[in-house]
Antibody, heavy 115, light 110 residues
Framework: EAQLVESGGGLVQPGGSLKLSCAAS????????IQWVRQASGRGLEWVGR??????????TYAASVKGRFTFSRDDSKSTAYLEMNSLRTEDTALYYC??????WGQGTLVTVSS | QSALTQPRSVSGSPGQSVTISCTGT?????????VSWYQQHPGKAPKLLIY???ERRSGVPDRFSGSKSGNTASLTISGLQAEDEADYHC??????????FGGGTKLTVL
């Protein structure tokens, strides 16, 4: 059974940094693009961006709201993707999901940016 | 890129049909046949229902159907059931490998 498990969320002060992980199993991770989607409490989904597979040169695309502050990476040997978040703002507070494969989703990890 | 526009809420009685709209622009919904719909129950991750405007994901009941006209995509749920009560999110390709979501619609089954 395909599974994605996010981790690394927590409470961070504005301007701080955090690195999320997304561990995959049960599908061909190395052939799959991984997308990150976030959801603020009581709000809709917001696409954060994607990192493509090695075949597609690990190309990354970012939403305008996070470009220059967030960085995607992946380690195919560990079937794990990462989201490094810098210069965090209160508006980045959300549940962060990773998705991949045939649209598999994790359960999310909560990031709270607050002083 | 602004979020796609969805009604905040819709409702219907069991057995009825409801349609949820998703309005964008010619740069996203109207420009590509890449609209998807997700269902999200409280406290759960979203689940893909429809992709490429009208293609049902394997295992999704045919009560769920998608369509598009101009800059507006629609999700129709026929024969409403209690378990359909959830939030529904549309998503469109917007060019340059960018995706954009709608604000989400809460469906209440009366």
């Amino acid at each position: 059974e395909a599974q994605l498990v996010e981790s690394g969320g927590g409470l961070v002060q504005p301007g701080g940094s955090l690195k999320l992980s997304c561990a995959a199993s049960g599908f061909s991770f190395s052939d799959s693009a991984i997308q990150w989607v976030r959801q603020a409490s009581g709000r809709g989904l917001e696409w954060v961006g994607r990192i493509r597979s090695k075949t597609n040169t690990y190309a990354t695309t970012y939403a305008a709201s996070v470009k220059g502050r967030f960085t995607f990476s992946r380690d195919d040997s560990k079937s794990t993707a990462y989201l490094e978040m810098n210069s965090l703002r209160t508006e980045d507070t959300a549940l962060y999901y990773c998705t991949g494969g045939s649209d598999y989703w994790g359960q999310g990890t909560l990031v709270t940016v607050s002083s | 890129q602004s979020a796609l526009t969805q009604p905040r809420s819709v409702s219907g009685s069991p057995g009825q049909s409801v349609t949820i709209s998703c309005t964008g622009t010619s740069s996203d919904v109207g420009g590509y046949n890449y609209v998807s719909w997700y269902q999200q129950h409280p406290g759960k991750a979203p689940k893909l229902l429809i992709y490429d405007v009208s293609e049902r994901r394997s295992g999704v009941p045919d009560r769920f159907s998608g369509s598009k006209s101009g800059n507006t995509a629609s999700l129709t749920i026929s024969g409403l059931q209690a378990e359909d009560e959830a939030d529904y999110h549309c998503c469109s390709y917007a060019g340059n490998y960018i995706l954009i979501f709608g604000g989400g619609t809460k469906l209440t089954v009366l």
